[in-house]
């Protein structure tokens, strides 16, 4: 067990939804960070926040956006689902902005019919 | 796309055997780690290593920083049926902020 949580576990919805997926950190860490797993992208990083800031950002779609919250949780949120949206989308996080140890949670999958 | 070339891509290994993947790149890295993910699960970090030339060990595993900076490498020894999963190279590149994932080496093990 990382200490990171991630909920929901499972996700199925339909084409041109829009889902949140939430990720709480380890007790301490201050960044977050987003991945999405496909079969044929791999782990592809979206992004990263700092301390409730924006701090890099990675192949995310303008159809997907993020915030952190002041008592650290992330909400990753993606909107007018396509069938391609479906992957698993973990949760990372680590002590500071630039500690190169990520831990990650369970993950959320994602199914879009 | 990748930009780490992780190998091999598969391997079925007999249980008790050593086992050795790598990782490659064209670019330097500061930093390499190695995770392992299991199905249904999010990858674990099993090895940080941070300078070129380190040698790191975690019980059975070994890792090694390349002294190019441009790879790395893990050995399993001994390997044991829970060893089996996908075994996933990470780096950050030299003046990069985003870490990077290889494409995953899957370890099988025949018992």
């Known amino acids: 067990d990382s200490g990171v949580t991630q909920t929901p576990k499972h996700l199925i919805t339909a084409t041109g939804q829009r889902v949140t997926l939430r990720c709480s950190p380890r007790?301490?860490?201050?960044?977050v960070y987003w991945y999405q797993q496909s079969l044929d992208q791999g782990l592809q990083f979206l992004i990263q926040?700092?301390?409730?800031?924006?701090?890099a950002k990675g192949n995310i779609l303008e159809r997907f956006s993020a915030q952190q919250f002041p008592d650290l949780h992330s909400e990753l949120n993606l909107s007018s689902l396509e069938l391609g949206d479906s992957a698993l989308y973990f949760c990372a996080s680590s002590v500071s902005s630039v500690t190169y140890e990520q831990y990650f949670g369970p993950g959320t999958r994602l199914t879009v019919t | 796309g990748q930009q780490l070339n992780q190998s091999p891509q598969s391997m079925f290994i007999q249980e008790g055997e050593d086992v050795s993947m790598n990782c490659t790149s064209s670019?330097?890295?500061?930093?390499w780690l190695w995770y392992k993910q299991d199905p249904g699960e999010g990858p674990v970090l099993l090895i940080a290593?941070?300078?070129?030339?380190e040698l790191t060990s975690n019980g059975r595993l070994t890792a090694q920083f390349g002294i190019t900076r441009k790879d790395s490498f893990l050995n399993i020894s001994a390997s044991i049926p829970s060893d089996v999963g996908i075994y996933f190279c990470a780096g950050f590149r030299e003046y990069g902020n985003k870490l990077v994932f290889g494409a995953g080496t899957i370890l099988r093990v025949k018992s």
């Open positions: 290593l941070y300078k070129a030339g």
């Open positions: 670019s330097i890295f500061n930093t």
């Open positions: 007790s301490g860490d201050l960044s």
């Open positions: 926040y700092y301390n409730g800031e924006e701090r």
